[in-house]
């Protein structure tokens, strides 16, 4: 089971990034999803989940609106749209899977699986 991000960088306040996390040795269908990111010394913070139980969509207060979670199922890789970015959206981003959902889905301890992490800088 193997996921890697990409699409991080810098990117001016009020642009836009589409980070990608794609998938090898197991099928993202059937998994719940989520992205994550986490700044220095703080925990990391779920910001996106996919119910795998009825294929909802929740999102934290911070990014309501301005994130999009989808999934290509052809290329079996998880998309986080980020619109309308801000400073303080930097933070390494990561993508996740499991095989159960969780209602508590912003907890990292409930999430298996983890890609590397990728950069996103938001500054003028």
């Known amino acids: 089971v193997r996921l890697v991000e990409s699409g991080g960088g810098l990117v001016q306040p009020g642009g836009s990034l589409r980070l990608s996390c794609a998938a090898s040795?197991?099928?993202?269908?059937?998994?719940?999803l989520g992205w994550f990111r986490q700044v220095p010394g703080k925990e990391r913070e779920g910001i996106a989940c996919f119910s795998s139980d009825d294929g909802s969509t929740f999102y934290t207060d911070s990014v309501k609106g301005r994130f999009t979670l989808s999934r290509d199922n052809a290329k079996n890789t998880l998309i986080l749209q980020m619109n309308s970015l801000k400073p303080e959206d930097k933070a390494v981003y990561y993508c996740a899977a499991d095989r159960f959902w969780s209602q508590r889905c912003t907890v990292a301890a409930n999430w298996d699986y983890w890609g590397q992490g990728t950069q996103v800088t938001v500054s003028s």
């Open positions: 040795g197991f099928t993202l269908e059937g998994y719940a």
